[in-house]
Structure formats: C-alpha cells, structure tokens
C-alpha cells in the first residue's frame, strides 16, 4: 500500500519529465491529471472513473452557503463524504450525487461530519484525501458500476463509516434546477454488510419523476455495533430506518477502538435493484484489493487514450492532451443492463449532458478513436426514440430534458451514418430524425422542437412560437440539412429535398439592413407577423427562457451556418469582407466567447474564404490563451467534454464540421500525430519544420501527393496514410482555392 501512495502521489503532481517516456511505454494514462479543469468553472469530475464508467465516485463538498458544487468538488471548502454518481463538467443545477459514505472516528454524528482535507491525491482510476478533522486517510478505485474503499483510521478512537441515503448534490440555483430526496431506505445486513436505495426528483433537467440509486456495501471487517438515524434522532442498534422526502436517513457501522486500523469497503450501485447492486460488486470486485482495481482501471485508460500517439511535444502538452482525451470519455454513461425502464438488447446511455455540447467535436473524436463505442451511443439514442419516443437533446437519471436549442441528435446520428459506422438501423434512425422535425411536442423543454408550426408555415421560429427563436432557428435549420443528408444516402429523394429546401431557413432571419461594428446584415428574430424584434442589437443575448439566443450573440449565431459556408460568405459580401467580419468577431471584446460551443467552428470558417492560414494563426491564439494545465486549465464548462475535445482536435491540426464526412485542416501543436483507427489502419499528421514561429501550413502532402486544399475527406483518414504539413513563420497561398464543399455544391 505504501508503494501505491507513493506512486499516485507522483502522478498527481505531473513529474512533467514523464511524458516522452510515459508515451513510449503505451501508458498514456499516467499523463493525466483529473484535477485539469476541475476549479475556474470547468467543473470536471475529479473522483476515479473507467472510460465511460457509470459509478464515479468521488467526494463532495459544501460551500458556506450549504450549496454543493456540480461535480461534488471544489478548491477550498469541507468535505461532507463520498458520493457514489457525478456528471462531469457541467452548469447549471446538480444532478446525482447519491450515497454519501463518510468515514469519521470518535462518537458517529451524522448531522455534523465534515472535515477540513490535506493530503489530495488524484489520477487515472484513483483518489485519495486526509479528512483532518478525524485523521483518516480515505484511497479509491473504481470499476464500470462499482468501487473500492480503503480507510486508515487513526489508534485510539473508535471507527465509524456513515451511509448517508438522505443526501443529493443541491445547486442553489433559483430556476427550479435543484434536486431533492424523494424517499430512501436503508439497512444493516450483518456487522460487515449495508443496502440501501436513494430516490431524487428534479435537478438540471427538472425531473418530475424519481430516478432510484440502489447500493450494496461489505467490508472486510466487522463493526462491532451500528445504528440508523432519521432526520436528527440517532437510533443505536436499530438496523433499517426508511426515510421521507427531503430528510437526512442513513446508516452507520462502528468498528472498536483499538491501534491504528485499516478498513476495507467495496460498494455496488445498481438503477435496477438491490441485488443488482449486489451482483455488479462480486462481478467486478470479487476480492479487497485496492492495487488491483486501481492497476485494472488505468489498464482501461491506457487501452482508450493510446488511440492517438503524439510525438515532439511538452510535457505540458502531453498532460493537457491526454487529460483532453479522458475528459471526453466520462460521459455519457454506459449504463447498459441497467435500464430501469425498459428491457432491450440494445446498448443504454444515459447522461447526455447535453447533445447540444457534445455533437460539435465529442462524438466526431470517438467516431474517429473510439467507433465501436460511437456507435453504441448512437444505437443507445434510437433505442431511446423507440422505447420513449423522442431523441434526446439531453438526458439525465432517466429522463429526457433540457433541451437547449434545435434537435441536434440529428447531427450525432447523420454524422454517425455519412461516417460509415456500421451496425446501426438506419430507417429506424431517419424516422427517429423526420419525427423531430414534424412532430410538435408537449413541452419542447424536454424534447423535440418548440415553435415547430411556426417553423413549418412561415419558415422560422417566431417570439411567440418559442424561447430563444433566433439560435433555435438557426440549429433547426442545420438539423434539417442533417436529416437531408441521411435521406439522401438512404433514397428518399422526396425527404432529402423537403429538409435540404429547409436547411436554408436561416436566411429568413437575415436582417440585411441591421448594422454592427462596420458590417451589415445580421441573423434578427422576428415576430409572427414578420416584424423584426425591436428594440434589439447584435449583441442582446440569453441564457435562457429568453426573445434572442441561447450562449451567444447575433454575432455569434450569424456565423452559424455549418451546412453552407459559401452560402453564408454571399451574404457577407464576399469572402474579403467575411474575412474581416470573422478578425472582428474575435478581436472585439464580448462578441466572442470561447467557453461557448456555437463558437467550436468559427475559427475554422476563413478557410471557406480562402484563408486558411487565419484559421492556423486564430486556433494557435485562442489555445495559448485560454487552455492549459492545472486546475483552470479549461476556459469554462466542460460540458462533458465537448471544451476538451475542441482542444484535443486543435492540438492535432484537425478539425471536423459535425454531421459531415469533412475535416478542416488547422495548424499542429505536435511535430507527429498517429490515429490508431479501426481494421489496424494508421493515420498520422506530421508538421515539418514547425516552431514557436512557424505556425502556418505552407505547403501538403497526402500519401506523397500534393494536397491543394485546407480540409480532408472521412474516408482519406479512415484507409489510413500520412498528411504532410509543412510549417512557416509567413503565410503562403496554400489552401486557397476549393472550399470545403457547402449545400450550394448540392444538387
């Protein structure tokens, strides 16, 4: 055990040094720090995971207000205990945070048992902390849907571990957002043995039914007396206590004063049953080695981030790139066999956190490092469709809800498919797309499209159709393109031309005589009647339940036009002006915000114009100064993921235009890529020559052959080969001439 601190303790504080010889021996997984990201409002879950685990367990914390962070951590305040369910990355109000263990010695005192920590340790697959107050050393591991605890207790002083059912994440948030306690049980099996259940409502996607979170614990030592509490009254030897909505209920085990003790805990959670829970911690967690499930999760880790192999990099770059990589696979969760809803043979994911994060640079990079897992998570979103008859735009503990702008499973789904991935029922997904797209729903706060009627008489989404009508047009009509392409790969020329006809939409909220900045003509929501919003300027935004844009700006969302940037160049006035309309978006203050993903493509829209070499100086900018190590190493939200991606795809010199088979060619950070890709294929991405200064692609190659043209197709990186960038302090004429392809090249 000694060794074991001794190695995580390196780990945790980056002997940067590593990272050549870390790479070299394939364990990419000790490059990374779960503590990258996790204060400054990226809100990463630092706890132990597996790639895509569905127990996180990790600890939780209350700010002096009472209210807990949305990851359970934060940099300075007392821990409560240990919670067994995070999300990772997120805003808003919390989500999970469910079976608090607590390990504290001298009497039990459930209602107060926080601590002060020292002594924070983290890595791949490991987490360790001193609770000062008690002098307890707690370390633990993680398996898919089950965990390890070891807890050293000081001599002296009787040992206990609570097991607080009563306890959620609360956020605080005053828009309805907070979760709360539904009901709870719990029990004592036997002086070594505890179960329980945990039943929420509410939360970020202001569930209005419960999700339930069973557990079964055991330790390797037995108590020697136990007792439960609800609400404040403790009641020593009582073995079950059932509590009501909204009260702290648990449970506590008691081990004798004697010299300093270890204590073993495994613990299993389940969204089925008891016994499930009980069953998923045998499964994975026969024994009560710590070493061995920590050496088996950062297997687990070093198997997914050897996807990409980089070489003549920092060691700073080394941390923040394969932190990047395992960042973007937390979530969603692969809950499948625990779908309390229904049964299926299908793959279940849950903690889509939301699509509208995750479609723009998530799912591409695992389509591209992680295709078996991609298309999981697709069929995982049809079988959703099917089971509960809407795609997600988000999804959490069960249930559909949040929807933040258009219904872009599309995107996922028509990525997915112009991408090759094989093993998917494709009619069953263009029917799940159509079904968005004609179908008005209930309440457009959960699922599918709000101001749909509007949408389909005048050809936008009015202020009185809907909240946010100038973003949700603009999505709506990038999601349709996507439905247009999946049709047309599928034969149904009738539907292809109906949402390729409608992928044009956006320029219905083109205000051509609006003016900022020295630039005219701007997306603009409109009333019903076609009167523009008044009064009103291209820089009135919302975050929600607002008249303009959800994240962003009318400068922001005029730019978003994945399906058609030539289109949108036009519109402009040509790529000279678009060229100096895209350098005053991002140098005026507040018009661009990186922390916001409607902004992901934009850096990468001059090489439409003919520019790219604006696209490798602008990508260089943005990461230098906003990305990096430590603690606030993200810009904001991680958004499960999706930041980090954004990252991880510019550090490699690619980037993908979601929802099509294109991949726009920016400018490396690493002298060598290697894409370890599907069927044994290798993909790598060298940039000759490049500097601190020389941060421009002058000239390419693929395969040998001269590469005239700023993007890649899908299919030329999947068989596998070698793109050659050479590297400049001057931009050449490179890349000037044929764009990526647009809707205007469509027939």
Request: net charge negative; proline share 7%; glycine share 10%.
């Given at each position: 055990?000694?060794?074991l ?10 002997a940067?040094?590593?990272?050549a ?11 990374v720090?779960p ?15 597996v ?12 700010r002096?207000?009472g ?26 109000g ?12 001298g ?19 490991y987490?360790a902390v ?9 370390e ?13 207790f ?10 607080n ?6 956020s605080?948030?005053?828009t309805?957002e ?23 409502t ?5 569930q ?45 085990l ?19 049953s ?21 050496a ?6 070093n ?6 192999d980089?070489?003549g ?16 696979m937390?979530?969603?969760t ?8 229904w ?7 849950d ?6 994060d995750?479609?723009?640079?998530s ?37 559909n809800g949040?929807?933040?702008g258009?219904?872009n ?5 028509t990525?997915?498919?112009?991408k090759?991935?094989?093993g ?9 797309e ?17 101001g ?5 008489k ?17 999505e ?41 900045g ?13 009167s ?5 300027t291209?820089m ?6 607002g ?7 009318s ?24 060229v ?11 018009r661009?915000?990186?922390?916001d993903e ?14 790219p ?15 990096g190590?430590?603690?606030?190493g ?5 958004d ?17 235009n ?9 400018s490396?950070?690493?002298p ?12 790598t ?15 390419a ?6 590469l ?17 960038l ?22």
């Amino acid at each position: 055990m000694k060794n074991l601190l001794r190695a995580v303790a390196a780990v945790a504080v980056l002997a940067l040094p590593w990272g050549a010889s870390a790479l070299a021996q394939n364990q990419p997984a000790r490059l990374v720090d779960p503590f990258l990201g996790a204060a400054g409002g990226g809100n990463v879950f630092p706890g132990p995971v597996v790639p895509f685990g569905m127990i996180k367990p990790g600890p939780d914390m209350a700010r002096p207000n009472g209210f807990n962070p949305n990851a359970g951590w934060d940099t300075t305040d007392a821990i409560l205990g240990f919670s067994q369910t995070h999300v990772s990355g997120t805003g808003g109000g919390d989500k999970y945070g469910n079976v608090l263990v607590t390990p504290t010695s001298g009497a039990p005192s459930p209602l107060d048992s926080s601590s002060a920590r020292t002594d924070e340790k983290a890595s791949a697959g490991y987490y360790a902390v001193t609770l000062a107050r008690y002098r307890v050393r707690a370390e633990i591991s993680a398996a898919r849907r089950s965990a390890i605890y070891v807890f050293h207790f000081p001599a002296g002083k009787p040992a206990n571990l609570l097991f607080n059912v009563g306890h959620c994440l609360v956020s605080g948030v005053a828009t309805g957002e907070n979760q709360s306690i539904s009901g709870s049980r719990i029990k004592v099996l036997s002086p070594t043995q505890m179960e329980g259940s945990t039943s929420v409502t509410g939360g970020w996607n202001k569930q209005p039914n419960s999700y339930t979170v069973y557990f079964y614990a055991v330790t390797d030592s037995p108590a020697q007396t136990w007792g439960t509490w609800t609400g404040s009254e403790l009641d020593e030897d009582a073995k079950e206590a059932v509590g009501p909505a909204k009260t702290s209920n648990g449970a506590w085990l008691q081990f004798a004063a004697a010299g300093a003790r270890t204590v073993r805990m495994k613990i299993g959670i389940s969204f089925l049953s008891v016994e499930q829970a009980r069953r998923n911690v045998a499964a994975e967690i026969p024994g009560f080695d710590l070493e061995k499930v920590h050496a088996a999760a950062v297997a687990a880790w070093n198997q997914a981030l050897s996807k990409v192999d980089i070489a003549g990099e920092t060691p700073e770059q080394a941390q923040a790139f394969y932190t990047a990589l395992y960042h973007a696979m937390l979530m969603p969760t692969d809950r499948t066999g625990e779908n309390p809803l229904w049964q299926s043979s299908e793959p279940y994911y849950d903690d889509y956190y939301a699509i509208w994060d995750i479609f723009r640079s998530s799912a591409p990079l695992l389509t591209l490092i992680a295709p078996q897992r991609e298309t999981d998570i697709v069929r995982s979103l049809i079988n959703i469709y099917e089971h509960d008859g809407w795609l997600p735009d988000a999804r959490s503990g069960n249930y559909n809800g949040r929807t933040q702008g258009g219904s872009n499973a599309e995107f996922m789904l028509t990525d997915a498919y112009v991408k090759g991935l094989k093993g998917i029922d494709w009619k069953q997904a263009l029917a799940a797309e159509i079904h968005d797209a004609e179908v008005p729903p209930s309440d457009h706060f959960k699922e599918g499209r709000g101001g749909l009627e509007d949408w389909h008489k005048l050809g936008y989404a009015s202020l009185e159709g809907t909240d946010r009508p100038g973003s949700v047009s603009m999505e709506y009509a990038a999601d349709d393109f996507e439905i247009a392409l999946l049709a047309k790969g599928l034969g149904d020329t009738a539907a292809y031309r109906t949402y390729l006809a409608r992928s044009g939409n956006w320029q219905n909220l083109w205000d051509a005589d609006l003016s900022d900045g020295g630039f005219t003509g701007f997306i603009r929501p409109r009333h019903r009647d076609g009167s523009w919003l008044t009064p009103f300027t291209a820089m009135d935004s919302c975050s929600w339940n607002g008249k303009t844009f959800y994240e962003g700006n009318s400068w922001t969302y005029s730019f978003f036009v994945p399906q058609n940037g030539a289109g949108l160049i036009a519109k402009m006035g040509g790529p000279a002006t678009f060229v100096k309309r895209l350098d005053a978006f991002f140098d005026v203050p507040r018009r661009y915000d990186v922390g916001d993903e409607p902004g992901f493509l934009t850096p990468y829209l001059y090489i439409w114009a003919g520019r790219p070499d604006k696209t490798d100086a602008r990508v260089r900018q943005i990461i230098a100064a906003h990305f990096g190590t430590g603690l606030k190493g993200l810009p904001g939200n991680d958004d499960s993921g999706a930041m980090s991606s954004w990252y991880a795809f510019g550090q490699m010199g690619i980037f993908p235009n979601a929802g099509q088979p294109v991949y726009l060619i920016g400018s490396p950070a690493f002298p060598r890529t290697t894409l370890h890709l599907a069927g044994g294929k290798n993909f790598t991405i060298e940039a000759r020559n490049l500097s601190a200064a020389n941060i421009y692609v002058v000239a390419a190659t693929l395969n040998g052959k001269p590469l005239d043209r700023a993007w890649l197709r899908h299919s030329e990186i999947t068989a596998g080969g070698t793109l050659v960038l050479t590297m400049d302090s001057r931009p050449a004429h490179w890349g000037e001439r044929n764009p990526p392809p647009s809707t205007a090249a469509l027939p």
